[in-house]
């Protein structure tokens, strides 16, 4: 494979997530840019296929299947490059955006105001899980204000009270 040809891998991957928020909202677009330049309409329903059954992301498995599949390892990483270049360089700049704004007072404020909204979002989607169960949801809301209680009243952080209620949870349920 040229470096023509992997240059070409690495742009349709970063152009993709560029313009795709997500795993399975990428494979549409993957579809429209790969099938019938890069590979064959039966090969992208394999490496779908095949990306969709083992564990992790399936969007960096696509990747690095099409790429492999194209240009084998130099394709691979053309591709895996692409998908994760831009995540990263997202991530690189919201740090630095933050690390500047440490010291701000309402920061720290907006942090712990952060703590209340996770454990609410926590109870709302063990509520879901055990919809139906009773007994479940009686256990949980119990569980989940003994651990709130505790960290407040102990001043314990609230990673930590999250992580320990998280093993009583697996414990005793």
Do not use: C, H
Request: proline share 5%; glycine share 12%; net charge negative.
């Amino acid at each position: 494979m040229t470096s023509v040809e992997l240059l070409k891998l690495f742009w349709t991957f970063i152009k993709i997530n560029l313009l795709t928020t997500s795993g399975p909202a990428s494979v549409g677009l993957l579809y429209e840019e790969a099938v019938g330049s890069i590979m064959t309409e039966a090969e992208f329903v394999e490496a779908v296929g095949f990306s969709a059954v083992l564990p992790g992301s399936d969007a960096l498995q696509l990747a690095m299947f099409v790429g492999y599949g194209t240009g084998g390892v130099p394709g691979a990483l053309a591709a895996l490059f692409g998908s994760i270049l831009p995540p990263t360089i997202l991530m690189l700049g919201v740090i630095s955006i933050l690390q500047r704004l440490r010291g701000e007072a309402w920061v720290g404020s907006f942090v712990q105001g952060l703590a209340p909204a996770v454990a609410v979002l926590m109870v709302l989607v063990a509520w879901d899980v055990f919809r139906g169960d009773a007994s479940a949801k009686l256990q949980i809301s119990i569980g989940i204000a003994a651990a709130s209680l505790a960290g407040y009243l102990l001043k314990i952080p609230s990673p930590i009270v999250l992580v320990l209620a998280g093993l009583a949870g697996v414990v005793l349920l």
